[in-house]
Each structure stands twice: as structure tokens, then as C-alpha cells.
């Protein structure tokens, strides 16, 4: 956990780019990949899974894409993890190697308190703080771009 997987950090930048330059419309995979670099492969697998797990949505048609299903600042960075994570362990990876004592009891349960206390980190940061910090360093949103005011 302490290094996070390609999987994981494209997730995380996948969420943030759809809340940092979504406007009024959904954002194309496509774009996402001009944007960020991600391969399309990783790309459309972890869009599916954060829809499945409602942070999310998925809209059809020719000019549909992806938006949050929540307000940004309701959705955290430990919610895109967690996702991600029980893709790549569905099991403990750990709980078949073999091991001495001070192994079992002492060095994983010390690691497993330290994951504890980076998921509540990162349940701590939500989507908009990072969208904040985005607009802050002047990365410029093209979420202006796809705003209409006619009426």
C-alpha cells in the first residue's frame, strides 16, 4: 500500500479529471486519454468500476461519457482506492506466504495499522480539495470551454 499501483493513480487522476473539467457535460473517455496519457485498456475497465460502485455515471449516446454521481466534495480519494484495491487483492496476498512469529505478529500487523492510517488520510481528502489545489497551481480547466449561458 505504500506504493501505489499504475491502476490506482490512473483512477484517482480518471475521478479527478472528469470533476476538474467536466463543465455542464459528461467527459468522453477519450478525452480523459488525450488529457492524462492513460491506455485506453486501464482507462475504460476503471471508469466501469467506479460506475459500479457509485462514484460514477455512466451516460449513453453519442455525446455521453462520465460525471460524478455525487457532489465532488462528497466522494474522497480513499473511496477510489478502496475500489481499485479489491480489483487487484480479492484476497489478503499475505495470509498464505509463510512466515516466522515475529513476522505474523509483529511486521504485518504493524503494516496493516499503517494502510489504517493512509486510507483515513486519504478518506480525508475529497475530490474538490484536489480540484481546488488543480485550480490553484493554474492548470487550466476546460470546463469554461463547455459552459452555455444562452437562454
Known amino acids: 500500500m505504500l ?22 457535460e459528461p467527459v468522453q473517455s477519450r478525452e480523459i486519454t488525450r488529457r492524462q496519457g492513460i491506455p485506453r485498456r486501464y482507462l475504460e475497465q476503471t471508469l466501469q468500476q467506479m460506475v459500479r460502485a457509485g462514484i460514477l455515471v455512466g451516460v449513453r449516446g453519442p455525446r455521453g461519457g462520465y460525471r460524478l ?5 462528497r ?24 512466515a516466522s512469529e515475529l513476522g505474523k505478529q509483529v511486521i504485518r500487523p504493524m503494516w496493516g495499522d499503517l494502510t489504517e492510517e493512509i486510507m483515513a488520510r486519504l478518506d480525508a481528502i475529497s475530490i474538490d480539495e484536489l480540484c481546488m489545489r488543480a485550480y490553484k497551481d493554474g492548470i487550466p480547466s476546460e470546463a469554461h470551454q463547455k459552459l452555455d449561458f444562452i437562454i
Not at 7 to 24: N, P, Q, R, S
Open 75 to 98: 466522494i474522497s480519494v480513499g473511496e477510489v482506492v478502496r475500489v481499485v484495491r479489491a480489483l487487484e487483492t480479492a484476497e489478503d496476498p499475505y495470509q498464505d506466504m509463510p
Open 3 to 24: 506504493r501505489p499501483s499504475k491502476k490506482m493513480l490512473f483512477a484517482i487522476e480518471a475521478v479527478l479529471d472528469i470533476a476538474y473539467h467536466a463543465g455542464g
Open 69 to 73: 454521481a455525487r457532489e465532488r466534495r
